[in-house]
């Protein structure tokens, strides 16, 4: 098992420019995620996905978007990239909750350092 | 709405320290609980989890308690290695879609 697997590692932007983060999991997990990680903010939650075909989302979603067009993958994309974007950006997934059961622990996907110029 | 708050860091200890990450929460109902490292270059690993009140997480040496009273879930480890240095994060989860983490506590372990 790979886990979760998030490509490309590193990237640099000049501002306006657009790029797609994949990630990608074998655990056969329903739920995906995707953070962003700022000095001193811990992580963010960005978009999630419950399930293939759906999206929803998280607490900073403005200046992304994202598809999970397969079960195994969910993309980000960035249409035009701005500074403010410079994160260091982690994919997770986790099973489904079950109504009455407890949380299950997410796994993450080893980042993409993205600096935008 | 929910939130972690984790102690400020950075933290250094020399190592077979005794370490104490402190880390309080708020919440509506009754969360989850956990501890995540994320070792340099990496993503954040599961260190250990508590689901409900008095459960204590525990693995690799680290230890942490559900305390509903005072809700607060502080993670403890009697001596540290320079192996554990690394970023430590509390979270909380009350529904598996919305996991809160706290800002992260740095700790270096100096040999």
């Known amino acids: 098992n790979a886990g979760v697997t998030q490509t490309p590692k590193f990237r640099v932007l000049k501002t306006g420019q657009s790029m797609t983060l994949l990630c990608a999991q074998d655990m056969n997990h329903e739920y995906m995620y995707w953070y962003r990680q700022d000095p001193g903010m811990g992580l963010r939650l960005i978009h999630y996905s419950v399930g293939e075909g759906t999206t929803a989302k998280g607490e900073v979603p403005d200046g992304y978007n994202v598809s999970r067009l397969k079960k195994q993958n969910f993309l980000l994309g960035l249409e035009s990239a701005a500074p403010s974007q410079t994160s260091v950006y982690f994919c997770?997934?986790?099973?489904?909750?079950?109504?009455?059961?407890?949380?299950?622990?997410?796994?993450f996907g080893p980042g993409t350092r993205l600096t935008v110029t | 709405g929910d939130s972690v708050t984790q102690m400020e860091g950075p933290v250094t200890l020399s190592e077979e320290a005794c370490l104490t990450i402190?880390?309080?929460?708020?919440?509506?109902?009754?969360?989850?609980l956990f501890w995540y490292v994320q070792y340099p270059g990496e993503g954040l690993q599961l260190l250990l989890k508590a689901t409900k009140a008095d459960d204590k997480g525990s693995n690799k040496g680290f230890e942490a308690t559900y305390r509903k009273e005072t809700t607060s879930f502080h993670l403890e480890k009697g001596s540290v290695q320079v192996s554990d240095s690394a970023v430590y994060f509390c979270a909380l989860s009350d529904d598996n879609n919305d996991m809160r983490f706290g800002a992260g506590t740095r700790l270096t372990v100096k040999p």
């Open positions: 997770a997934s986790s099973y489904v909750r079950l109504a009455g059961l407890l949380s299950y622990e997410q796994y």
């Open positions: 402190n880390c309080t929460y708020t919440a509506t109902g009754y969360p989850s």
